[in-house]
């Protein structure tokens, strides 16, 4: 079974400023996906990024960008130029590669200070 | 595109109760999951349909189910609701297919309230 480990429950940045958000995961597959999802205050889920695991380039999508350590199994979110409307719950998520079940982590939450 | 919607948005029911929760997928999307997400116990995956099939059960009781109409349109229901059933109930939809795209997108959600 795949595992998701979220170590930081609350993270904090000034706007702006770069944050890094940590994810480690476990799983016996070679191939999969990875994401990192944000909740805002509405509920709603709302897709940040996303990494095949058999790309060695990290993905990228404007300002947020992932640090992927298929060896390590570590997957880590970067934002860069905090704003405010970057203040949400984020959550990291694998998929095999066959089949649409997400395994979720903790999840952590990240304040901006204005 | 539209998103995936959901329906209702509100509910609060009472104990021995059931309940049945609709999601609408994206236009071309095949695939619906289904997600429960509690303070307590987070996200945990409920069940995945695709082509009106069931291909994919997470570890809830048989109160929890599912079905799959042919518009890919889904339904869950609760029976005998009891208090811990309360929560938000997420549905997602994807293309479903092996080398489509992987990314599940999520409707707004059902809060469920069980007194």
């Known amino acids: 079974a795949q595992t998701v480990t979220q170590s930081q429950p609350e993270m904090s940045v000034q706007e702006a400023e770069t944050v890094t958000l940590s994810c480690t995961y476990d799983?016996?597959?070679?191939?999969?996906?990875l994401f990192w999802y944000k909740q805002p205050p509405s509920r709603q889920m709302i897709l940040v990024i996303r990494q095949e695991a058999y790309k060695q380039q990290n993905a990228t999508e404007n300002r947020f960008s992932v640090n992927f350590q298929k060896a390590a199994k570590s997957f880590s979110l970067k934002i860069s130029d905090s704003q405010l409307g970057d203040a949400a719950m984020y959550f990291c998520?694998?998929?095999?590669?066959?089949?649409?079940?997400?395994?979720f982590g903790t999840g952590t939450r990240l304040a901006v200070r204005p | 595109k539209a998103g995936v919607t959901q329906t209702p948005r509100y509910l609060i029911k009472t104990r021995g109760q059931q309940v049945t929760l609709s999601c609408s997928p994206i236009?071309?999307?095949?695939?619906v999951s289904w997600y429960q997400q509690t303070p307590g116990q987070g996200l945990q995956f409920l069940f995945e349909y695709f082509s009106e099939t069931q291909r994919n059960k997470g570890n809830f009781p048989g109160r929890f189910s599912g079905r799959q109409f042919s518009n890919s349109r889904s339904e869950m229901n609760v029976s005998t609701l009891e208090l811990g059933d309360s929560a938000l109930y997420l549905c997602?939809?994807?293309?479903?297919?092996?080398?489509?795209?992987?990314?599940?997108?999520f409707g707004p959600g059902t809060r469920l309230t069980v007194l």
């Open positions: 998520a694998h998929r095999k590669s066959s089949g649409d079940k997400l395994t």
């Open positions: 799983t016996s597959e070679s191939d999969y996906y």
């Open positions: 997602a939809s994807s293309l479903g297919a092996l080398r489509g795209g992987p990314e599940q997108f």
């Open positions: 236009s071309g999307h095949r695939s």
